[in-house]
């Protein structure tokens, strides 16, 4: 079984591909860097995209790279458009090009479904989408056009709208990473206090060696044209996560509310309902938060530079 994955260089996509080594995939990646088993491609060239498509004659395609950073979409909108939606379009022709009948797993986002208020306690894949943010956008456009290839061209896409996920290799920008290099710093003597911003709001967080599991499970054994929230199923204020962490810790962890952290949000909870993965694929998640706030800290432990 060949694979090809977009994004392999990334958080997620490093992961990806050794999830996919140890269950005896053959596999490449497409990165917009090449290197030792990932052939050099950009999204946006068409013509590239046909040539690696081609070259690599993939069994499966999992489709990981983009432009993920859901601040910086409102920064740089029409470059996030470009990445998410157009590289996505070229992926998708090229696929078409070489075999359409080729598994392809387009991977999105929950932040697709949006301000749900109340609504969040738990979301299943039939829940309506309302995108907030240009990112957001970006992948709800994402997914339509995927939708749309199965419709007209009959092709083996399946699509995901994947909570929040962590683990090391984690970037800063992302709550987990940010604390747990706050604590280091502090166990260091590089800060006297961890600063932080809301911890009300309670989120869905799953290690990244699940979710990248869900993503070969649904290769394997998802239905065409279906989408699959990849979560949990339980979620936990950032109050409980920081608590967690700072038992964790070498020494006390002096916590400062930053007001300029601070931002409201219209989703107190937001939970996935992951029935429909689980049932069609045997899916369920195995690696409590524990260990993803374990690895996290560990990997920050152990950098030299912060």
């Known amino acids: ?17 050794r999830e996919l080594e140890s269950s005896g995939y053959e596999v490449l990646g497409l990165d917009v860097q090449g290197g030792v088993g990932v052939l050099q491609a950009d999204l946006l060239d068409p013509e590239q995209m046909r040539g690696a498509v081609g070259q ?33 379009l070229n992926l998708l022709e090229a696929v078409r090009a070489f075999d359409p009948s080729v598994r392809l797993v387009m991977v999105g986002s929950s932040d697709q479904y949006g301000s749900l208020g109340g609504a969040g306690q738990l979301v299943s894949e039939s829940l309506g989408t309302n ?47 940010d604390l747990a290099a706050g604590i280091v710093r502090v166990e260091r003597g590089q800060a006297e206090a961890l600063k932080v911003g809301s911890l009300t709001a309670r989120r869905d967080f799953t290690h990244v060696r699940d979710v990248v599991r869900a993503y070969r499970l649904i290769a394997e054994k998802g239905r065409p044209g279906e989408v699959y929230n990849v979560g949990s199923g339980v979620a936990y204020s950032a109050q409980e996560i920081l608590e967690k962490l700072c038992a964790m810790a070498e020494c006390a962890i002096p916590v400062v509310q930053d007001p300029a952290r601070l931002r409201p949000s219209d989703t107190p909870v937001i939970c996935c ?25 560990r990997e920050w432990r152990g950098r030299d530079g912060l």
């Open 56 to 88: 690599a004659r993939p069994d499966a395609v999992f489709h990981l790279a983009g432009q993920a950073d859901v601040a910086r979409s409102w920064q740089i909108p029409r470059r996030t458009m470009e990445i998410n939606v157009i590289g996505a």
């Open 1 to 17: 079984m060949r694979a090809l994955v977009t994004g392999s260089q990334g958080f997620v996509g490093q992961y990806l591909r």
């Open 273 to 297: 309902d992951h029935t429909k993965l689980s049932r069609d694929t045997g899916w369920a998640p195995q690696i409590p938060l524990e260990v993803i706030l374990r690895d996290t800290l």
């Open 131 to 177: 995108p907030q943010t240009p990112y957001a956008v970006s992948k709800k456009a994402q997914e339509e056009l995927a939708q749309v290839y199965v419709r007209a061209y009959g092709m083996d896409i399946c699509m995901t709208r994947s909570f929040n996920h962590g683990g090391a290799g984690q970037r800063l920008g992302f709550l987990i990473p």
